[in-house]
Nanobody
Framework: QVQLVESGGGSVRAGGSLTLSCVASGYLWLGWFRQTPGKEREAIAAISIGGCPTVNEDVARGRFTVSRDNAVYLRMNSLKPEDTAMYYC??????????????????WGKGPQVTVYS
């Protein structure tokens, strides 16, 4: 089982930015997801080991980007209170847009909380 270690969560004022990081190994694609209580987990973005990103613009809306070097990062700009959620990284068994499928993810991090206040 792959261990994923996330960091970078916290509280930020609306309009601010946060960068989440995820350290993992043994993956070809790694995705970022988020979940709020009572709602289904939704995909944000994923990136391949080679640095090829795929983004769910229904959620990202041009404000979130994914990148990687020794870790995988989710840069979140212009945050809004509705972005408040637990954010998770996960290793994907699919590639490209299939890496955004929660049911195709194998190992999950424990998730940093992101809270955006107005």
């Amino acid at each position: 089982q792959v261990q994923l270690v996330e960091s970078g969560g916290g509280s930020v004022r609306a309009g601010g930015s946060l960068t989440l990081s995820c350290v993992a190994s043994g993956y070809l694609w790694l995705g970022w997801f988020r979940q709020t209580p009572g709602k289904e987990r939704e995909a944000i973005a994923a990136i391949s080991i080679g640095g090829c990103p795929t983004v769910n613009e229904d959620v990202a809306r041009g404000r979130f980007t994914v990148s990687r070097d020794n870790a995988v990062y989710l840069r979140m700009n212009s945050l809004k209170p509705e972005d408040t959620a637990m954010y998770y990284c996960a290793t994907a068994t699919g590639r490209g847009v299939r890496a955004l499928q929660t049911h195709d993810c194998k190992d999950w991090g424990k998730g940093p909380q992101v809270t955006v206040y107005s």
